[in-house]
């Protein structure tokens, strides 16, 4: 069981009004004058002394709350929402003079502008300039707001207003050099992406042009595929570079070339990619003089293999009616001349 600390010596005296520091809140709320509910048993002397609150014109009353709203703010942001409150009950006053409405309005925006509920800040602010359009807080603290939400035109104009009260206030200039330094990087971030679409619609519209005077079919099933394939169009030649496939069936290989030009060959390909014999052409089959050159027909029921000559451009067999690109990837098949396994291939597309 732990001990209870006991300072040493005489206990001092404590009065019975004496508050406990830790817990001040829950002892001011004892006090009459500082309750916000009265107690369910019925007290006449207590609601009395509650009702010295109200006691005094609504100016006076209001005047009041305004004062007890400025102490909290005073003591910091803990006590921010209690300012809220005593502003709020001024507010809600029948007070006659406007510039005690106007301050406290200001004064709850500021509250709440440091808690971010910025909509409630905007809402306070136009409030308090429908009462006196000059206001500068309301105005610089509804700029704070408004940057603060990224509504950065609406920043700039709401501090063009503040300086044309105060020209030389340096906060809100302060502001509006942000807020306005901020639109300048959106609005170039948007230009420059307004630019690249212009560009690739561009592109896109002299590639679809480029395959429609060519007469080639396109079929795209996966698009992803396709978009990486970039297909590109050369304007100083007025051709089209490819990326295409060479599977070889036999060895489960395949070549991926990256740049095709339709105007090279097959043989101009197949000379580069077998100057040095393939590492899985155990039999050395492989090279440009040896092998043929097939593609497939898709259309109808049953796939067809058509063979085509080495030395015709690529250009050529895309545009044959045979011929649909998979994806903007054409493929091929290499097989050598004189193997069993090319009839026992070509076989198969004919049962």
């Known amino acids: 069981m732990s001990e209870q600390h006991v300072e040493a010596g005489p206990q001092r005296y404590k009065s019975e009004y004496t508050m406990d520091p830790e817990n001040l809140e829950e002892e001011l709320a004892k006090v009459p004058l500082f309750m916000s509910d009265l107690p369910a048993e019925e007290n006449d002397t207590l609601a009395a002394l509650q009702s010295l609150v109200f006691d005094g014109t609504p100016e006076e009353v209001a005047l009041n709350f305004k004062e007890q709203g400025n102490d909290c703010f005073r003591a910091g942001k803990a006590k921010y929402p209690d300012a809220i409150i005593f502003y709020s009950k001024a507010i809600d006053t029948e007070c006659k003079d406007s510039s005690i409405i106007e301050a406290c309005l200001a004064n709850r925006a500021a509250c709440n502008l440091e808690l971010k509920n910025y909509g409630r800040v905007l809402t306070d602010c136009s409030k308090c300039l429908k009462i006196n359009p000059k206001n500068v807080k309301a105005l610089y603290r509804s700029a704070r707001a408004l940057f603060a939400l990224d509504k950065l035109v609406e920043t700039i104009d ?22 306005l330094k901020r639109k300048n990087e959106i609005d170039e971030k948007i230009r420059q992406k307004e630019e690249r679409e212009e560009r690739e619609r561009n592109k896109k519209a002299i590639l679809a042009k480029a395959l429609e005077e060519r007469k080639i079919k396109m079929e795209i099933v996966d698009k992803d595929v396709y978009e990486k394939a970039a297909i590109e169009f050369d ?43 393939a590492p899985w052409d155990a039999r050395r089959e492989y090279n440009a003089d040896s092998v043929e050159v097939y593609f497939e027909d898709t259309r109808g029921l049953n796939p067809k293999l058509i063979k085509i000559g080495k030395k015709l451009p690529l250009g050529k067999i895309l545009s044959l009616e045979q011929y649909t690109v998979k994806n903007g990837v054409p493929s091929f098949i290499i097989m050598p001349k004189n193997s069993s396994f090319k009839q026992e291939f070509i076989d198969k597309f004919k049962k």
């Open 158 to 179: 709401c501090c063009d207003h503040a300086l044309t009260v105060d020209s030389e206030n340096k906060n809100i200039k302060d502001i509006r050099e942000k807020a």
């Open 235 to 277: 304007h100083e030649t007025q051709t089209l570079n490819w990326p295409v496939f060479f599977l070889y069936p036999e060895y489960k290989e395949s070549d991926y070339i990256q740049q095709f030009n339709e105007t090279h060959t097959f043989y101009d390909h197949l000379q580069v990619m077998f100057e040095q014999p």
